[in-house]
């Protein structure tokens, strides 16, 4: 079965603390997309992994791969309100369709 | 920038009734995708589209039908709506299928009572 997982589900988490979101699939995926979503809002792309060991960094959020272990994350460093919002991972396992995880709601309190 | 253009946004339907959720695109992309999003659950895919005049099922297509009658519309119908379809339903849409970045709608927001 193609399968997405995140966890955990739902991450509250204290403003300048570091935490990880982990996405685990369930066979070899060609790429792996992270979304953000705002409450009421659309999925916004925020990084796509390609090939093993990579890592892509955009402000406080960092995304690496590792296909070996069939395993994602999105590292969050410092954290500030900004970055409340529901994260998705996405594989793509080589069909014309992406598979989602079931996003982590992550709430960060000041 | 237009992007994905979801229309309507909201919509409260009666049980049997029936209704057409409209995407549309103009970034002359190929592929075209519905999902929906209910809590708990991660967005899952209904039908999606590899071109003009193609259609497949997704993960959950049962009750819904699709057209892609030009390339830059996606049409999602609901023939006799039930209460299990309130939901949330997505639109996206990527150039050439999941190896490209898919662009998303703003959602249309559907309950059914």
């Known amino acids: 079965e193609l399968k997405v997982e995140q966890n955990p589900l739902f991450l509250s988490m204290q403003e300048g603390k570091n935490y990880t979101i982990y996405c685990n699939y369930s066979t070899t995926s060609d790429r792996l997309y992270w979304y953000r979503q705002d409450p009421g809002k659309s999925l916004e792309s925020l990084f796509v992994l390609l090939s093993n060991g990579a890592v892509k960094q955009e402000g406080r959020l960092m995304a690496s791969l590792d296909t070996k272990a069939r395993l994602s994350t999105l590292h969050i460093t410092a954290a500030v309100h900004d970055l409340s919002a529901t994260y998705f991972c996405a594989a793509n396992f080589g069909n014309e369709k992406l598979t989602f995880g079931t996003g982590t709601r992550l709430t960060i309190i000041p | 920038n237009a992007g994905v253009t979801q229309t309507p946004k909201f919509r409260v339907l009666k049980t049997g009734q029936s209704m057409t959720l409209l995407c549309a695109q103009d970034?002359?992309?190929?592929?075209m995708y519905w999902y929906r999003q209910d809590p708990g659950m991660g967005l899952r895919l209904i039908h999606y589209s590899v071109g003009e005049g193609t259609t497949a099922k997704g993960e959950v297509p049962d009750g819904y039908n699709v057209s892609r009658l030009k390339k830059q519309n996606f049409l999602l119908g609901l023939e006799s709506a039930a209460p299990s379809q309130t939901s949330v339903y997505f639109c996206a849409s990527s150039l050439w299928g999941p190896n490209t970045e898919a662009f998303f709608g703003q959602g249309t927001r559907l309950t059914v009572v």
């Open positions: 970034m002359n992309h190929e592929y």
